[in-house]
């Protein structure tokens, strides 16, 4: 053979050798991210719409954490037995694989954040009305009674939330101080809510309403019912009563008297 072209040979062989493991590597790092990716996209896109829905995934935290680690321990499984450590096409496709399952978690993460902080509001104001229909106000201890259980609320349910290992970690810190922000508001404004005012309104209405109590006595009155029925369809009614010494007299008005004559009552007099 010519000189040096038996090691020339031998160069080109050695040289083939890594450019066809790094074609290997390249194509089971792609499927292995393909496989895993479209696997934790399924479970990711039913916790957005969940969310959009405004339905509250119990136990989020743990159940995405699991999500990453069987995820990430499955493209490592399927690499394991052709990627050397540290080979840096692995490694890229990795890096890609667990940073979109870390924004996807932090979406979620954040919209579930918000449903609670919503149903925080929703149950200090249910509190409020719920106050106020009874006693006809709130006091400013009880504002701050049922704004602390919220809080409390708040704090316990957003904590299930959390994912642990999160880089950087998830934190409910910046939301429950937004939530203990909101329902201080509210309850400095609430004086002043329409909702209030008309839940009191209500409250005293009913009050008026109330029949006193009855008296151990017989009482005697006359009461007199009339209605008058002109011709119509029956598109004005109206009703008058009056009372004065324990005697009363009822007066109704309704132009309904072609219609109950053709439902077959017969002739309507005037006056009855």
């Not at 004086?191 to 009855?214: E, H, K």
Request: hydrophobic share 40%; charged share 20%.
């Amino acid at each position: 053979p010519p000189e040096g072209g038996a090691e020339a040979a031998g160069s080109r062989g050695v040289r083939s050798v890594p450019s066809q493991l790094e074609a290997v590597l390249s194509y089971r790092a792609d499927a292995a991210f393909h496989a895993q990716h479209s696997a934790m996209m399924k479970t990711l896109s039913e916790w957005h719409t969940a969310s959009d829905r405004g339905v509250q995934i119990t136990r989020f935290g743990v159940k995405a954490a699991s999500l990453r680690d069987d995820t990430m321990q499955a493209y490592d499984a399927a690499l394991s037995s052709v990627v050397a450590s540290g080979s840096s096409e692995s490694n890229s496709r990795r890096q890609e694989l667990e940073r979109l399952l870390n924004v996807n978690i932090r979406a979620v993460f954040s919209k579930q954040v918000l449903l609670l902080q919503n149903k925080s509001l929703a149950r200090f104001k249910t509190a409020m009305l719920r106050q106020v229909a009874s006693h006809g106000s709130t006091s400013p201890e009880e504002q701050a009674t049922a704004v602390g259980e919220c809080e409390e609320w708040f704090s316990r349910h957003a904590g299930e939330l959390v994912a642990p290992g999160m880089t950087p970690p998830l934190s409910i810190g910046p939301a429950k101080a937004e939530v203990s922000a909101v329902l201080r508001d509210f309850a400095a404004k609430l004086v002043d809510s329409p909702t209030i005012q008309l839940q009191s309104m209500r409250r005293l209405q009913r009050q008026a309403n109330v029949q006193p109590a009855a008296y151990k006595s017989v009482d005697v009155g006359l009461v007199l019912t009339g209605a008058i029925r002109p011709r119509g369809t029956g598109n004005f009614q109206s009703a008058m009563s009056y009372a004065r010494m324990g005697h009363r007299m009822n007066l109704v008005v309704c132009n309904d008297a072609d219609v109950a004559e053709q439902e077959g009552e017969g002739p309507v007099p005037l006056f009855r």
